[in-house]
């Protein structure tokens, strides 16, 4: 499995913008084959898909819910992932989870969480009213 390691949550309010990034330690994968995503879970709430992005990070998927709001990209070189929320509304307040897919399978945008295998240890979103 991977080491993951998520940064930039905090207390914000809404309307207010946030970056999430996910640093992946190296491991017996090369970073770039693999497809990466950014998921959530709510107080009381199952985890969600959010967001995520294939290997190149020229192709993404992102959940209805925040499609034009929420952004993801990646920087290879840095074997890191980001998150851009913009116009947070307080139901964005959640953990938000970065993980790896299993496999270098193709991409198909899913946001299926049984196609990871490895996650961070979550950063806290809250956004206040």
């Known amino acids: 499995q991977v080491h993951l390691v998520e940064s930039g949550g905090g207390l914000v309010q809404a309307g207010d913008s946030l970056r999430l990034s996910c640093v992946t330690s190296?491991?017996?994968?090369?970073?770039?084959?693999?497809?990466m995503g950014w998921f959530r879970q709510a107080p009381g709430k199952e985890r969600e898909f959010v967001a995520e992005?294939?290997?190149?990070?020229?192709?993404?998927a992102v959940a209805d819910s925040v499609k034009g709001r929420f952004f993801i990209s990646r920087r290879n070189a840095k074997r890191t992932i980001y998150l851009q929320m913009n116009n947070l509304k307080p139901d964005a307040t959640a953990v938000y989870y970065c993980g790896v897919f299993r496999a270098p399978v193709f991409f198909q945008g899913r946001g299926n969480e049984d196609d990871y295998d490895s996650w961070g240890q979550g950063t806290q979103v809250t956004v206040s009213s």
């Open positions: 190296p491991s017996g994968r090369t970073f770039s084959d693999y497809s």
């Open positions: 992005i294939n290997g190149n990070g020229d192709r993404t």
